[in-house]
């Protein structure tokens, strides 16, 4: 039986379509979609200062392993962005200052692990964006046990494919796959480009709930009851 299963290395995300999301914020997204956002439990121990959008690269090892991780780095490509599915362990950190070393010098724009991280201090001073489950201080092994690399993952209750388009900031992650990225994008910046439009008026003593309706149902159902 096969303990190492490689799928093909996945095409990056195009330029344009990177340009795109980088003009929006990952909230904005959240605003009409609701599929692909990464649990709230997965958090960031850096967060990025901009909006990042890469290429989904997956890796999913088991317990206390982590050899196929390191030889994944190894081939990871500038824009990439790396999931760790950790197989349901909780205990073992994966990547730690080293690791996250190697990732970013590889180009990596951001990694989430669904598991702890170690060696925090390191993670942030280097500044590689990082989500995870938290911190331990216990470390994985070279064991050799197995596991799969751009293959289907889960990270943070969300399936992940390898080339699926990757959107990240300060409020979180959110997985696209790219058949539809295209049209987020496009809804992304509309709705982004109206962000903010209601704020002058709000200055000028308007209030936000005759502004966005809410009021008006508000009324509408007390009248009815």
């Given at each position: 039986?096969?303990?190492?299963?490689?799928?093909?290395?996945?095409?990056?995300?195009?330029?344009?379509?990177?340009?795109?999301?980088?003009?929006?914020?990952?909230?904005?997204?959240?605003?009409?979609?609701?599929?692909?956002?990464?649990?709230?439990?997965?958090?960031?121990?850096?967060?990025?200062?901009?909006?990042?959008?890469?290429?989904?690269?997956?890796?999913?090892?088991?317990?206390?392993?982590?050899?196929?991780?390191?030889?994944?780095?190894?081939?990871?490509?500038?824009?990439?962005?790396?999931?760790?599915?950790?197989?349901?362990?909780?205990?073992?950190?994966?990547?730690?200052?080293?690791?996250?070393?190697?990732?970013?010098?590889?180009?990596?724009?951001?990694?989430?692990?669904?598991?702890?991280?170690?060696?925090?201090?390191?993670?942030?001073?280097?500044?590689?964006?990082?989500?995870?489950?938290?911190?331990?201080?216990?470390?994985?092994?070279?064991?050799?046990?197995?596991?799969s690399l751009n293959l289907p993952?889960?990270?943070?209750?969300?399936?992940?494919?390898?080339?699926?388009?990757?959107?990240?900031?300060?409020?979180?992650?959110?997985?696209?796959?790219?058949?539809?990225?295209?049209?987020?994008?496009?809804?992304?910046?509309?709705?982004?480009?109206?962000?903010?439009?209601?704020?002058?008026?709000?200055?000028?003593?308007?209030?936000?709930?005759?502004?966005?309706?809410?009021?008006?149902?508000?009324?509408?159902?007390?009248?009815?009851?």
């Amino acid at each position: 039986m096969k303990k190492y299963h490689i799928g093909p290395v996945p095409k990056q995300v195009d330029a344009e379509l990177i340009r795109k999301f980088e003009s929006v914020e990952v909230a904005t997204i959240g605003h009409f979609r609701h599929r692909g956002f990464l649990r709230h439990s997965i958090t960031p121990v850096v967060e990025p200062k901009k909006t990042l959008v890469g290429t989904a690269v997956t890796v999913a090892i088991p317990a206390t392993d982590s050899t196929l991780l390191h030889h994944a780095v190894g081939l990871l490509r500038p824009g990439d962005f790396l999931f760790v599915d950790r197989l349901g362990d909780d205990r073992h950190a994966c990547i730690g200052g080293g690791v996250a070393f190697a990732i970013r010098t590889a180009g990596a724009i951001g990694v989430a692990i669904d598991g702890p991280c170690t060696d925090v201090e390191e993670i942030v001073e280097l500044g590689m964006p990082l989500w995870c489950r938290g911190v331990s201080g216990i470390t994985t092994r070279l064991n050799d046990l197995g596991g799969s690399l751009n293959l289907p993952v889960s990270c943070g209750n969300v399936p992940v494919l390898p080339g699926d388009v990757v959107v990240s900031d300060a409020s979180g992650i959110v997985v696209i796959s790219a058949d539809e990225a295209e049209e987020v994008a496009e809804e992304a910046m509309a709705r982004q480009a109206r962000a903010g439009r209601n704020k002058h008026r709000i200055e000028a003593g308007e209030k936000l709930g005759d502004l966005s309706g809410a009021s008006r149902m508000v009324a509408a159902a007390l009248e009815s009851q």
